[in-house]
């Protein structure tokens, strides 16, 4: 499960607040160097251990960003000329192309950071509840929110279709080749369940009424302060005026 409840600041924060938030983080990327990216980053990491959930984002992004980093590292450093090349025992590599990878991986560890910050203390309810209360379309909102909602169930589906072909036999601790045939066995039927899901969560949606009005009324609408509001702004603000730097 993605969101990790809690009671610190940050879970009190409304969603588009924290919007905002990814939107500035989103603004830095084509701006700053990669060292402030990567400082930023750190500050999202060490803003979510104050919020009692860093080792989660920790492991997180460890899985996500370690192979990324070693895959931009051996591309740009030493497959791709990108300038002069040096020796470096029985290979070259080039340091331009060492400095342009470690941008990019600054860039998406600095989104990611900032991002699973985010989800992982935004009820996906609250956001959707948000964004319907902006006026943001239904079809638009639930764009946006259905896939948070999508991976915790593909997650247990997945541990469901594991757990039912080790019954079987089919074990996953036998060494490499079996994890990837157990992977390869999982795909097909999680594939499979995903597609028929679909029509059903189509045909929920529909008895629901979910195209017919252009906007709805909440029952339970969120409230903010207005020193929340004042801090949305100036998000806003900062990132259209990095915006506007860009452009210039």
């Given at each position: ?8 600041a ?36 060490a ?33 791709l ?19 342009r ?68 036999g ?33 045909e ?18 969120l ?16 990132s ?8 210039l």
């Amino acid at each position: 499960m993605l969101y990790r409840s809690g009671v610190s600041a940050l879970h009190r924060t409304g969603p588009l607040t924290k919007l905002a938030l990814v939107l500035l983080a989103a603004t830095m990327l084509p701006i700053w160097p990669a060292p402030v990216l990567l400082a930023a980053a750190g500050l999202a990491l060490a803003a979510g251990a104050l919020c009692r959930i860093g080792w989660a984002m920790a492991r997180r992004l460890a899985m996500l960003l370690v192979p990324v980093g070693l895959a931009l590292f051996v591309v740009h450093g030493f497959m791709l000329e990108n300038g002069p090349a040096r020796p470096l025992g029985p290979l070259d590599y080039y340091p331009q192309g060492l400095a342009r990878a470690l941008t990019y991986f600054a860039r998406i560890a600095l989104l990611l950071t900032v991002s699973l910050l985010m989800v992982m203390t935004t009820r996906v309810n609250d956001l959707a509840r948000a964004l319907d209360q902006k006026g943001l379309p239904p079809a638009a909102a639930y764009l946006l929110t259905a896939p948070l909602n999508l991976v915790d169930g593909i997650a247990d589906e997945a541990a469901a279709i594991r757990d039912s072909l080790q019954v079987r036999g089919l074990a996953a601790r036998s060494g490499l080749r079996a994890r990837v045939r157990l992977l390869g066995a999982m795909l097909m039927p999680l594939v499979r369940g995903m597609i028929s899901e679909a029509g059903t969560r189509a045909e929920a949606l529909e008895a629901r009424g979910f195209r017919a009005l252009p906007h709805r009324s909440l029952l339970d609408p969120l409230t903010e302060t207005p020193a929340e509001v004042r801090l949305r702004m100036g998000l806003l603000l900062a990132s259209g005026a990095q915006l506007l730097v860009l452009a210039l």
